[in-house]
């Protein structure tokens, strides 16, 4: 025992002396340095390695780092750390950008057009429907959007068939209303001889993308999620509660999933499975499927609603005022985030749309499956952030994951909770 | 004589002191300020997100934490689960410890099994448990489907009630190990005389070991309890991850709500508030647990 | 008669500790099992053992692992540091609430409960504010300390829990001799805690190496990050989960090495506790 105590004090000493200097900061000489902190999936998703490899040798003079960010939590670290002056990243990349409205509300980042002039030598035009408006924040650019995605629903045509839900030329009959969804997925619905469920009709995202799920839907039918203060969304109609009693119909029957009520994969993973017949979130499911079932099985259709549109939300930048750097790192995003590799290869390898409408035109002819929303696509909207959006969020979660299991909570009842919620919420 | 021994008291009471004050050092001045500043928190309105300044409103946060719904909800389920999850965990641990401490032989792979779950990181398998579990292509039920119980398929994490009871096994799966630890520990310290004593009186079955093991064991009860009821109204990472506290907050405990509230909402006061609400908890039953054991001898 | 009966009893204990260990082994055999699956063989098939091994998801782990050693090194000069100060502290602390009456001993006692009692989450923005003002985010002391904070407290209830249950006459008998009170404790009765002394070790080393939360928010640079928030950098857009089951196998390698070591200590230990006890 006394041995083992000896070794980890020896250790212990040894590991001050030798790395108290570890945490000091490798001086650079004369050299520019950006850093970049980003998740690790838009590390991936975005090439930007590949980025930064290739502006550093455009450009001999700067050095490019990445650092990786474990996850959102640590972002809110970055509202004292900016609000003191200081920061050691000079670009950061939000998911979905619910944190941009701190860094806005607080001041601690650019405006993009009016402060730092991106648009001068970029112009607005360059930027595919939508994608841009995703990056302002009360009518300011706050933030860029580096990519961004749709919603559509990705279906299984291999059992779409096997359920006679095809027309002549083998195409997945068109799903026109929500009552039409739910009555597929019923048809879609396979059970063994106990009752048990072995094929689940489909998949609606209850978990915490609930906000895009609803807005998407309501978009799709009016062109417009919110009522006409702008801001509420537009639930009070014939039109929500119908599709509130389909949900819960579906749901009550088994022909649409629960597991996304406490996984929000659970869905997507179900998919992929094999398991499950329609999936409606984000548009890119279906490329993660291609592996386990096969571009030709695979579809994308719109989202059912007489205006045929949909959400787009961008995954976004934001260069913090602390930054000593700025214009360099509005250099770096033109040359290098906005380059062709990153944003096509993004679009073909991933799903993850480019919001540089030359590049998406490329990329949107190497991929066809995407033209089954094409139309929705140059329709896409993006929504509005509000400021406790996580509580509306959860909020939602509640009223939804109790309500459509409920058999007494009518259609009536969710609407009302749901404007009560919007109601008791800062915007 | 009797000078002797106050100076030998005073004398033990200096080096008390002098043994105490490393520890004091590295732990209260390191946590002075962020507790002071979370006291002060507790009493003030601040979103730290939005609001410059914050804002004081004495006692207001703790009036409308009862008020809250969600937060009843989540002191509510936390009581439940330490409930179960106590006494599990306690009979559970000691059983485990009586069978292996009266098993010497071979007790290698037995042991090694039985704490090997402490040693895997909880966030990242309970992110696994969520997967054997899932509805459609978790093992579980496939696992149930091919012996033929196909009708005991269940949607194990979206359905209330059994959403609860995973939390229960998946928390205890984890956590038990370690309490079995302490308690053979325990059981070792108690001296071999004794047991011999026992023997020769008779005593060869478990009645009376037991009645020689449980009142020797008053500490380790004291030790094992104080951890168990942390692991119990402490806990946060099992629903967290397997759950997220749904559906539609049948999960929720407290300790979450702390985080979520913190980390989520920014709503730093308020956050601040129940945090001292559930040190008061953790305290009571601590204290509650030590008189109960120091009783029972 | 009796031999039977005796027989009888060992077999359905050998019974019940191969179900319960069966049990608590089957969800990480199944996480090592699927850590050599495919995405096909994880999400479609659902096998238990894989009917093809493949090693994609340590190929992707490794990719990206360049820098692995360095977490590693992170984690086990944290992990080192912290459970030696609680092992010193602890024994320190430990024995002088236990057996060195003070006045003010009960009150302290009260006041590490509370610390105890305390959810870090709390105050973890504070101590990040703390830490930023002092220059201490992103260096080893300030992610040991608030490590400290979670692991000593308990400690110290463990290690004043064994020296209370000593008996008074070693400790009188020592002092008559003409021991000093450090004496007596480290000569006579530290070396009778040897038993608590490896629990402490035990539960701060598991406590420490898997510690997340403290970790995330005060460590951001590679050069100070522990395995434990370097491994959920592999995490994508969600847990592919052939790579989360790699990236839990190798993260639970130095642990078990650890306890397979100490193993034999574990049980030695407890045992040499109890006849001297």
Redesign the interface.
Known sequence: MKKVLVLLLVLLIASFTVFAAGAGEAQTGGKKTITIGAESWEINKIFLEHAAQEFMAAHPDVTVEIVTIADQ?KL?NY??DWGKGSTDVDLVFLDGGIFSA?YA??GLIYDFEKDLHFFDDFPKSNFTAGSLETGLRDGAQMCLPAIYEVYGISINKAMFKEAGLVDAEGNPLPIKTWDDFVEFAEKLTKK?K???ITQ?GGSIQF??NLNTILGAALYSQFGNVYAADGITFNVDNDFTRNMIRAWQKGIQSGAL???T???NA?GR??FK?G??AMCYEAAGRWMEAVATIGTENLALIPIPGDFGGTICFGCQMVIPKASKNPELVCQFIKEAVYGEYSQTNAFTTYGKMSVIQKHFDAALEATPMWKGIADAMSKAKPMITY??S??WL?GL??IF??GL?STTTTPDDMVKQILDLSASI?K | MQNTISF??K???????I??I???V???V??F???C??LV?SLNEYN???D?HMKFVGLKNFVDMFKDIQFLTALKNTLQFTLFMFVILVVLSLS?AL??F??KRRS??????????????????C??????L??????VN?FL?SIGL??W?H?W??DAKT?RVWVIIVSV?GKV??CT??F??GL?????DMFEAAEIDGA?GWKKLIHIMIPNLT??F??VG??AI?QCL?L?VTPNV???G????ATLVM?QN???T?????D?GY??A??FV??AL??IF??LNMKLSKGEN | M?RKQ?LSF?IF??A???V???L??F??F??IF?SFKESAEI??D?T?IPHKWSSVNYDYVFARGAKYLRYYLNTIIITASSVA?TL???A??G???A?????G?KF?LA?????????L???????Y??EYELRLLNSYLGII??N??CI???S???MR??F??MSDELEDSA?IDGCS??QT?FNIMLPLAQ??LI?VL??GF?NVW?E?TISKTLASKDSIMPI?VA??LLKSED?N?GV??A??TL??IP??VV?AVF?DKL?EG??A???K?
């Open positions: 939590t809110s509202i004292l701190e509300a607080k063994d106990n009752g048990t689940v978990g915490n999933s629960q597991s009520f406490v996984d659970g993973n179900g499975a398991q499950i400021e406790e996580q509580k959860e979660d509640q994951q109790s299991v800062r | 030998r008291k004398a033990r009471a200096r080096w008390g002191v043994f105490v490393p520890t004091c590295v732990l209260f390191f946590v300020y962020p507790i500043y979370t928190l730290f997100a939005y410059m485990l069978l292996l009266n098993k290698w792979l037995y042991r090694v099994s039985i704490f090997m779950p402490i040693v895997v990181p909880a966030s990242l398998i992110i696994l448990f969520s997967f054997m899932a509805d459609n292509f978790g093992i496939k489907v196909s009708g398929s949607n994490l979206t959403a799966w190990g370690f630890i302490l053979l520990s070792q310290n108690i001296s071999q060869v500490e380790t004291v030790v104080i951890w942390l402490k946060f397997l759950t997220k749904g559906p539609a907050n300790y702390i985080y979520n913190a980390f989520n909402y920014f730093m956050a601040a129940q945090a559930l040190t953790v305290m601590s204290l | 009796a005796k060992s204990v050998s019940v500790l191969i319960v260990s069966v608590f082994l969800p990480i199944f996480c699927t999400i479609r659902i238990f100060i010193v502290l602890s320190l602390s024995y002088a609430f057996r060195l009456h003070f006045r001993s302290l006041s590490i409960l509370f610390l105890l009692a305390f959810p989450c709390a105050i973890l923005i504070p101590i504010m703390m300390l608030p400290l904070l000593l407290p308990f110290i209830f463990i829990g064994a209370i249950d002092e009170v450090p404790f038993n608590a629990i035990v539960s598991y898997g997340y434990s491994l959920t847990w989960y989360l089951a990236a839990i993260s639970i642990p078990i306890f193993q049980v407890m045992s506790g109890a006849i006890g």
